[in-house]
T-cell receptor, first 113, second 114 residues
C-alpha cells in the first residue's frame, strides 16, 4: 500500500511571493502518476498539475510547477507570483493502481494581501 | 457540460436511518469512485467501479454499499447511518482506470448524522 505525506498543515505567504508545498510518498510501484489538487472554500476539487513517474522533466502549468525527485520519492509544488485566489487547501495525491487516488492530509495555504 | 453531479448537497440523518447519495456523470466515463473527506484526514477511497456491473472496495468500505447498473450512475448507500459517517462525500470519475486518466470530482455532499 502506498502512503502520501504532507508535512505542512498550514502555510501563509504574502501576495506575489513564491511558495513551495512539500509532499513525500512511499510506494513499491514502478509506474505511477502524482497529482496536486486545489480545494478552495467552495469545496470543489480542482486538478492543478500532474506528473508521470517515467518522465524526468518536471511538469509546469503557468505559475505552478513541480519538483519531482523520484529517488527521494518527493513531489513538491511551487507556486510563483502567488495570488489571493490561490488561497485554498492543496492535496498531493498518488495513483499507482486501478483502485484510485491516495491523498495526503493537505496543506492549507493562505495568501495574505 | 454537467460533468459529475452529486445530490443532495447537504443532508442530516438520525442514527440508524438509511439513505442513498446519488452520483451521475455525462462524460461516458468508465471509472467512478466515492471518497469521504474528514478534517485532517484528506480524502479516503470508499468504493470504486471500473465499469458497469463491476465494483470493488477501497480503503474505508465498511457501512457503505454501491452498485453500478449503468455507466452514468454510481449511487452510494448507507444502510444504517452512524455518527462516524458524518463527513463530506465526493464522487469522482475518469475516462478509464488508466493511471494517466485524471479524476473529475463532483461538488460534494455534506452529511451529518446525529
Amino acid at each position: 500500500a502506498q502512503t502520501v505525506t504532507q508535512s505542512q498543515p498550514e502555510m501563509s505567504v504574502q501576495e506575489a511571493e513564491t511558495v513551495t508545498l512539500s509532499c513525500t510518498y512511499d510506494t513499491s510501484e514502478n509506474n505511477y502518476y502524482l497529482f496536486w489538487y486545489k480545494q478552495p472554500p467552495s469545496r470543489q476539487m480542482i486538478l492543478v498539475i500532474r506528473q508521470e513517474a517515467y518522465k524526468q522533466q518536471n511538469a509546469t502549468e503557468n505559475r505552478f510547477s513541480v519538483n519531482f525527485q523520484k529517488a527521494a520519492k518527493s513531489f513538491s509544488l511551487k507556486i510563483s507570483d502567488s495570488q489571493l485566489g490561490d488561497t485554498a487547501m492543496y492535496f498531493c495525491a498518488f495513483r499507482g493502481g486501478a483502485d484510485g487516488l491516495t491523498f495526503g492530509k493537505g496543506t492549507h495555504l493562505i495568501i495574505q494581501p | 457540460n454537467a460533468g459529475v453531479t452529486q445530490t443532495p448537497k447537504f443532508q442530516v440523518l438520525k442514527t440508524g436511518q438509511s439513505m442513498t447519495l446519488q452520483c451521475a456523470q455525462d462524460m461516458n466515463h468508465e471509472y467512478m469512485s466515492w471518497y469521504r473527506q474528514d478534517p485532517g484526514m484528506g480524502l479516503r477511497l470508499i468504493h470504486y467501479s471500473v465499469g458497469a456491473g463491476i465494483t470493488d472496495q477501497g480503503e474505508v468500505p465498511n457501512g457503505y454499499n454501491v452498485s453500478r447498473s449503468t455507466t452514468e450512475d454510481f449511487p452510494l448507500r448507507l444502510l444504517s447511518a452512524a455518527p462516524s459517517q458524518t463527513s463530506v462525500y465526493f464522487c469522482a470519475s475518469s475516462l478509464s482506470q488508466l493511471l494517466a486518466s485524471p479524476l473529475h470530482f463532483g461538488n460534494g455532499t455534506r452529511l451529518t448524522v446525529t
